[in-house]
């Protein structure tokens, strides 16, 4: 390690240095008297410390310690002072339902209340037994004069009539009363009761559908059909008639008008005559005849 030293040693004695001043703009000369080559020695013992320097400025905030160990509990402090009373909390939500208690003491009877509104009428009961008969009552009559007489038979005088129209038997057999109109085919009644009516009919060439009215509804209809040769319809009943009611007999259905007259060897009839009148109270009679007595 000593010996590179020594050759720079050596080789610089010969030499004269020339340094140029950079600062001063001088030059200066340095002659190989001027330097001493020489080896280091032998390291002398430590000096004695220098004073202490000024204190430095102070570091960073170091990053934070982990936590340490948790610490005992320490001992239980005294009771403290009881503290102000809390503000009322929300509503809970109800409760379940509790069972049924038990039944208390019957109270004082109230007072009779109102009478309430009728309830609803109840199913009829089981038809009761019959009553005995009463006694006979008076005797009645009839709100038609003295004689009850009502009857007429009548024929027609020509064949196939109108449709839906009253037919016109104009050849009276029979007109008890007087009640048969034979210019408009209708019998009126006068008398209120119980009449029996019925009619027969010859018809040739066509069908015939015929049928008997009362106050404008057809009560019976009759349809015969036309098989080539002559043949007779018929039909009666029984009507309850009021006073001022008209029957008559018509056509009911179109082409169907068949009736057929015959001066030498057939009729067709219509007749009717009261069965019995209707009986009225002697309070009735004398209603109806109080007004005729004033």
Known sequence: MHQPLLAICLLSLSSVFTVNSIKKGHNFTIHSSQLVCSLPGPQGPPGSPGPPGPSGSNGRMGLPG???????????????????????????????????????????????????SAGVPGTAGLKGEAGDM????????????????SAFSVAITKSYPKERMPIRFDRILMNEGGHYNSSSGKFTCTIP??????????????????????????????????????????????????????????????????????????????????????????????????????
């Not at 509990?73 to 208690?101: A, C, I, T, V, Y």
């Not at 009463?134 to 007489?149: I, K, L, M, S």
């Not at 404008?216 to 080539?228: L, M, P, R």
Request: charged share 20%; with cysteine; proline share 4%.
């Open 66 to 116: 982990s936590d340490g160990q948790d610490g005992k509990d320490g001992d239980k402090g005294f009771k403290g002072d009881r503290g102000e009373q809390g503000r009322q909390g929300n509503p809970g939500k109800p409760g379940l339902k509790g069972r049924q208690g038990v039944v208390g003491r019957a109270g004082l009877r109230g007072l009779k209340g109102l009478r309430g």
């Open 193 to 294: 009761g119980v009449y029996f009516f019925t009619y027969d009919i010859t018809l040739a060439n066509k069908h015939l559908a015929i049928g008997l009215v009362h106050n404008g509804q057809y009560k019976i209809k009759t349809f015969d059909a036309n098989t080539g040769n002559n043949d007779v319809a018929s039909g009666s009943t029984v009507l309850r008639l009021q006073k001022g009611d008209q029957v008559w007999l018509q056509i009911f259905y179109s082409e169907q008008n068949g009736l057929f007259f015959d001066p030498f060897w057939t009729d067709s009839m219509f007749t009717g005559f009261l069965i019995y009148a209707d009986l009225v109270t002697p309070n009735q009679a004398q209603t109806t005849a109080s007004p005729g007595s004033s």
């Open 134 to 149: 009463g006694e006979a009552g008076v005797p009645g009559g009839c709100d038609c004069g003295t004689q009850a007489r």
